[in-house]
Structures are given as C-alpha cells and as structure tokens.
C-alpha cells in the first residue's frame, strides 16, 4: 500500500477569482487517496512565520462552490525576507510531516516556491494565479478571465449608464501592474481609451484623443487606466512601504488625469476605482472549470513526487488542456506588445480581441441597438 502523504495548501499575493476553485479541485482530489490536507492561513506566513496550519483533511468545503474568494486567506510575505523564516520553514515541515506543499500564486510566490525547491530542496510544486495575466508559459492565468468579465461589464454599464446619461468622460482606473492585459479588457466593455502600463504616454496626446472621443460619442466617454501607468507631466500616489517582495505600487493616477482633463478641456470627470471588486464574486465558468483542474492536476503533481513543477494551460485545438512544466521556466512577465496594443489609437488590436474571444467567448457587453438609440438623441 502506497504511504499515505501529508500535504500543506496555500496560496499567495493578490485575490484571484479562481482560487477556491483551484483548492476545491486539489482538496477533492488528495482526499481520493485519503491523504491529510493541511492549509497554511495567509500564505507563506503560515510556514516562515507564527502563521496558523490548519486540518482540511474532514472540513466542509461544500460551500466552496457557489463563492469565489480565498478561503485560506492570502498576504505578500517573502519567506526569503523573514528573519529565520528558512529555519521555521524547516521545522514546521518537521512538525507536520508535510509529504509536499502546493503553493498558488503569481510571479512573487511561484519565485520563492522555485527558489524554495532549488536551494532548499523543499518538495513543493506550484499552480498559477493573477489577475495580471502576465505569468509565461499558460495559455491565460486563472482569475484573468473572470476579472476581465467583471472589467468590460463594468465599463460597459458605466459607458451606457452614467457617462451617457450625464455627458461625461469616465476614468475606470484598473490593476495591471507591469502587464496591460486586464486594462485593455475594458475595451471589450466599449473603452474609448487604454492607458495600459508598458509605454510612457504624453499627455498632451491622451487630452486630444479623449477630446476626439468625446465629441464623436456626443459627448461623454469612458477611460480605462492602469494604476500603474506611466504619463508624461502627471504622476499617482505612491505607497509609504514596500511588500515583502521589494514591490512599491503606484495607485490613484487617475485623480491628476481628472484634474489635467477638466483644466484643459473643461469637461466634468468622474472616476471609478474598482480594484478588489472585479476579483471578487463568482467566477465565470471557464475560470472555476480550469482552476479546478489545475488543483487536481497539482496533487497528480505530488502522488508522482514530481515536485519542482507547475501543471499550466495550453490551447490546443480549440480546446484548453493542461500540460506541466518546471517552474524555471516561469521567468519574466507577459505583456501587451505592438501585436496587442496600438499605441497611437491607444485601443487594443484585432488580436488582442481575438485572443479574449478565446477565452470569454461571443458575450457581447455593448447593446448595438441602444447604442444606436443613444446616438440619434445625443446627436440631434
């Protein structure tokens, strides 16, 4: 009879909408060979600080399915950061007996799960998570293509709603902190402009392209804005502390853009700042579907002691599977290239849109036949 193994779930860094899916999948799956399931609470603090470890191996986790969200709760530590954090890693391992540990997460915790698995030969194996989208090597990262939904939705009430309605410009400021993939979502949502992180940008073209917008709509638009983004002549809050990763975040840029738009061109701004809302609530299907498989496909991962590794999505004939690769090879970071993004219209290409389609299908978020009613009002 095969040893019965003890293994530690947890996730890291941001919520992502499919990583209850992803734990659902996994616990199901280890409880099939009858093995006890630990989950490490608030990520790495669970293991490299006096962070709790608890039994999942008898928990309901019925209820798992109609939500969203981290049960496990998530943080930004970096156990390579934490004073004797590799010395505490060790012992709890010890304590607990821990067979193998899956960490989820995005570029930050699948880093330390690498570097964990390579100097310090800790069996561990990684799943993926962002809502970024900017992780190498899988197809799209489980949680973008819900919190791409909740983005177009979002932008597309807003545009036919309250920009229409009170002929006004919109600046839905949107994550993406190096990669402009969510942002350029909102385009789908009927975004006028996308400001995404990759390129510097000059004001003085953003205020003539918003004027242009603006008048041809009959006078309202809607903006999507990366937090991070990178404006000539403006620039966003800083954070006061860096996160255990050495991350300092820009966020609130878009309360400068508002006020350059309304000195320059006289228009009433209002900003949405939507932030954890669209990682939040229900999952699209797509995205429970597939981050149910990578859980499952991560304990297959560690039956196997095939540790080093994380299960990713491929394309492959119209149809998403999952293939393994080391995590060595997740190095970098994706992002939107001239292919994807025009920097002159300042709106996605046709490939980008493509490739979306992929993934959320034919939903349309813009009412064609509204949009024309609107039109023959506004511009009477």
Known sequence: ??????????????????????????????????????????GWISLAQNGRIVDLTKLDISSLKNHGGDFLRSSRTNPFKVQNG??????????????????????DTLKAAAKLYQQEKIPIIGLPKTVDNDLPQTY???????????????????????AYTLSRVFIIETYGAQSGFLTASAALGGAD??????????????????KQKYEANGNYCVIALSKEARIKGIKGLLDTQFDGFGNKRQEFISLN?????????????RIIIPMNFVQSGMPIKLDWDLGEKL??????????????KIPVIIRKNGKFTIRT???????????????????ATMLPTKKYFDYL???????????RKYLKLQQKIAKK
């Open 1 to 42: 009879m095969a040893k019965q193994k003890t293994i530690l779930l947890l996730t890291g860094g941001g919520l992502a909408p499919a990583l209850n899916a992803t734990l659902y999948g996994a616990i199901l799956a280890a409880r099939k060979y009858h093995w006890r399931i630990l989950g490490g609470v608030s």
């Open 140 to 162: 799209f990262c489980p949680g973008f293509p819900s919190a791409a939904y909740n983005t177009a939705q979002l932008t597309a009430e807003t545009k036919e709603d309250s």
């Open 295 to 308: 859980g499952q496909a991560g304990i297959k991962l560690i039956k196997q002691n095939q540790f080093g």
């Open 257 to 269: 853009l508002k006020k350059k738009i309304e000195n320059n061109l006289g228009l009433s701004v």
């Open 86 to 107: 590799l010395e505490l890693i060790r012992e709890k391992i010890a304590k607990y007996k821990i067979d193998g540990i899956m960490a989820i997460g995005g570029d």
């Open 357 to 367: 389609k992929t993934i959320l299908g034919n939903t349309k978020f813009i009412d």
């Open 325 to 343: 690769v080391s995590l060595n090879n997740l190095k970098g970071r994706e992002k939107l290239d001239t292919s994807l993004f025009n920097r």
């Open 193 to 210: 402009i996308v400001i995404p992180p990759e390129w510097k940008f000059n004001l003085k073209d953003i205020l003539k392209i918003i």
